[in-house]
């Protein structure tokens, strides 16, 4: 579908500029001849000027960077956006065209302007062309003058300028940088120390030489300690099975040898022991033959109290105490005291055993406790570890960027370099074939400019179609013009009929013959069923050729054997009598008077065609024309004739039309192209719209013969 409509959408564009050029090429022409003469007139006069060029190579980086890889970051070649269309070449060539430069060129050079005052940047910019080489890293410098030396002389000191900034641009960077660095190092180096200090009393605090050694050691140690642990149980297990055999062959438990072994071991303890044996003894003997109560007996006696006393009181000297509670005699054999002092031994060992494991136990808690919080200070020495680690590095860092940025700051050098130095052109750069062919596009410009401002202006509806889309009523007729309408020739409507012709009253085949027959068949179409006698013809505004159509469709009407009347009732402008070549002494308005009979006033001009003229036109024709007379001549026409055609006034002009309009069957509108414009025609449509028309359809009158056509 779209192959089909894409070359006949083509086909109408194009004719309809072609229309345009056709209706407008004698203004066009009439501007374009002396612009083109002017323009080669003054190209010619005009002294020639000359450019001078100079050439630029960029690298992303400078090779000394490169080679001694410092400072190869400062000035780096490289677009900021992300963007492949983006050229790091073209942000140079706009800071070769900033003002700064510009301006020291223009007070180094001492540039002035034809006037004698200093250059400005803008005006400098002008003669000024910066661009890249497409496919290299070379920008090209450029600038016109009509002194070929001094514009060699701009291009390079441009150069020379845009290379000084270049350099110390990149120094002003390194400077800048230096300048950060040396701020930023103490800072750093004051970290460095802080986290070093930090670092050094959590090592002091927690006692902390090698944490993983201390670590493995710990491990080994407590490994250890539980050996011995070990051992110790052991021998503690091995006192208490001695201990327990010997207490059961004493039958007494530790504290009670140890009394016994205390005991038996005092002398004075032992004399007195041996005393009271022999009183004992004594006491005994002097019992077998003495009473209790007889003196020596009770002497013995308090004398052997008296020595338990004295028995107790040692043993409680001895002892420390008189708790002790004995089994047995105070006096043992050698083997009792030799068991009485394994035991005590053993005991003595096993304390310190005892005492060993109790120690040996405390030793592994403290270790194990140590290896819990290992992990933990670790952790936190690793953390500081790290801080230091950082601090340094950033320091390291620092310090390395700073010497670099004081090499780099002594590098005078760019990542731009001149390859070609301006030379004085010997030939200007404009021909005269250049200077005739932009005089020619200037003209035509201005020709193409003048010719769209007169079809902008010009409202006048220009086309068939232009009609047809405006209007919006239904078209019955397209009538070719014999000849093409001049809008200056139109001054009244005697001239309107001096270009137009009538068709001929014999039968024809001629293109306006046929117009017109076509318009009479569209109106038999559109009179179907209905009743259509009496028509009335108008146009929005004069000199549309209203009254020639009228007169035409009537002869073509009659050549068809229609009786038919043809009406002027354009009682301000009367032209059928002119027309027709009648007397006008008597006509409509006599009939609306009742001065006179139809009779009388209506002529026979052709076989089946009358015509009724206007008459002599009264003070006030609205009055007459919106008249029941009126309204009952019509009436007694359509009676009498097949067909009534009236011509009438334009609807701009007078209501007469609409008068007319509401008692007849139809208004047919006449419309000229060249003639009406958009405005007037919207005004006439709206009448007809307002007042209630019964609008049969339009005739689009005086159609030149090449668009008729193609119509």
């Not at 000024?128 to 497409?134: E, G, Q, R, S, W």
């Not at 200090?197 to 300690?225: G, H, P, R």
């Not at 068709?503 to 009743?531: C, Q, W």
């Amino acid at each position: 579908m779209e192959s089909q409509t894409s070359p006949l959408t083509f086909s109408l564009i194009s004719d309809k500029y072609w229309q345009i050029l056709k209706r407008r090429w004698t203004p066009g022409l009439a501007v374009f001849i002396p612009v083109f003469i002017f323009l080669v007139l003054t190209s010619y006069l005009k002294k020639p000027a000359y450019e001078a060029e100079g050439k630029l190579l960029f690298q992303r980086t400078n090779t000394i960077s490169s080679l001694t890889g410092v400072g190869e970051g400062i000035g780096k070649l490289e677009a900021v956006a992300q963007d492949q269309k983006t050229n790091p070449l073209n942000t140079e060539a706009e800071i070769i065209q900033s003002v700064p430069l510009v301006q020291q060129t223009i007070d180094k050079l001492a540039l002035k302007n034809n006037q004698g005052v200093a250059l400005k940047p803008k005006e400098f910019l002008k003669q000024l062309t910066v661009k890249d080489i497409k496919g290299s890293d070379i920008l090209e410098v450029s600038y016109k003058d009509r002194d070929a030396k001094k514009s060699a002389e701009v291009v390079n000191t441009v150069i020379n300028i845009y290379l000084e900034h270049n350099v110390s641009s990149r120094r002003k960077e390194a400077a800048s940088a230096r300048k950060f660095l040396q701020k930023e190092l103490p800072k750093a180096e004051l970290i460095v120390r802080k986290a070093e200090s930090e670092l050094a009393k959590f090592k002091d605090k927690n006692k902390v030489v090698s944490l993983q050694e201390e670590t493995t050691n710990s491990l080994d140690v407590i490994a250890d300690l539980q050996k011995q642990s070990s051992q110790v149980q052991s021998q503690i297990a091995n006192l208490n099975a001695q201990s327990q055999d010997i207490r059961k062959q004493l039958n007494m438990n530790s504290k009670q040898a140890f009394a016994q072994t205390s005991l038996s071991q005092s002398p004075g303890l032992q004399d007195i022991l041996k005393e009271v044996q022999q009183l004992e003894s004594q006491l005994a003997v002097r019992r077998t033959v003495l009473r209790e109560s007889h003196p020596e007996i009770i002497t013995l006696k308090n004398k052997l109290e008296a020595l338990k006393k004295i028995i107790q009181q040692r043993t409680t000297q001895v002892l420390g105490t008189n708790q002790a509670q004995l089994n047995g005699n105070l006096q043992i054999g050698a083997l009792q005291q030799q068991l009485t002092a394994n035991l005590i031994g053993l005991e003595s060992t096993r304390m310190g055993l005892v005492s060993q494991a109790v120690t040996l136990s405390k030793l592994q808690a403290v270790y194990k406790q140590r290896l819990k919080t290992l992990p933990r200070l670790e952790q936190q020495q690793r953390q500081l570890e790290r801080k230091v680690q950082a601090s340094q590095s950033t320091y390291s860092l620092l310090l390395q960027k700073l010497q670099e940025s004081q090499i780099a700051e002594n590098q005078n050098v760019g990542n731009a370099s001149l390859i070609s130095e301006a030379q004085i052109p010997d030939q200007p750069i404009s021909s005269n074939m250049i200077s005739y062919l932009s005089s020619g596009l200037v003209a035509v410009l201005a020709a193409l400019a003048t010719i769209y401002i007169l079809e902008v202006r010009d409202k006048t509806i220009k086309t068939v179609d232009e009609a047809k889309e405006l209007i919006g009523l239904t078209l019955l007729g397209v009538i070719p013009a014999f000849s093409k309408p001049q809008k200056s020739d139109l001054k009244d409507e005697k001239q309107d009929l001096s270009t137009s012709k009538f068709v001929e009253r014999e039968t024809s085949h001629s293109p306006i013959n046929e117009a017109y027959r076509m318009l009479r068949a569209n109106l038999e179409f559109k009179r179907g069923d209905k009743e259509l006698k009496v028509i009335v013809v108008t146009s929005s505004v004069p000199k549309e050729g209203k009254s020639t159509v009228a007169a035409n469709l009537a002869i073509v009407m009659a050549q068809m054997e229609y009786q038919v009347l043809l009406v002027d009732g354009d009682f301000h402008h009367p032209v059928q009598h002119q027309i027709w070549e009648l007397s006008n002494n008597q006509g409509l308005s006599n009939l609306i008077l009742e001065e006179a009979q139809i009779s009388t006033v209506v002529k026979k001009v052709m076989n089946n065609l009358d015509v009724l003229t206007t008459g002599v036109v009264p003070p006030s024709p609205a009055s007459l024309l919106d008249s029941k007379r009126m309204a009952s001549l019509i009436q007694s026409f359509a009676n009498n004739y097949d067909f009534v055609i009236i011509d009438t006034p334009s609807l701009n002009v007078v209501a007469d039309a609409v008068t007319l309009g509401q008692m007849t069957d139809g208004v047919l509108l006449v419309v000229r192209p060249g003639v009406v414009d958009s405005v007037q025609t919207t005004v006439a449509c709206e009448i007809l719209e307002k007042s209630g028309q019964n609008v049969l359809g339009q005739v689009i009158n005086a159609v030149v013969e090449e668009k008729f056509a193609k119509i």
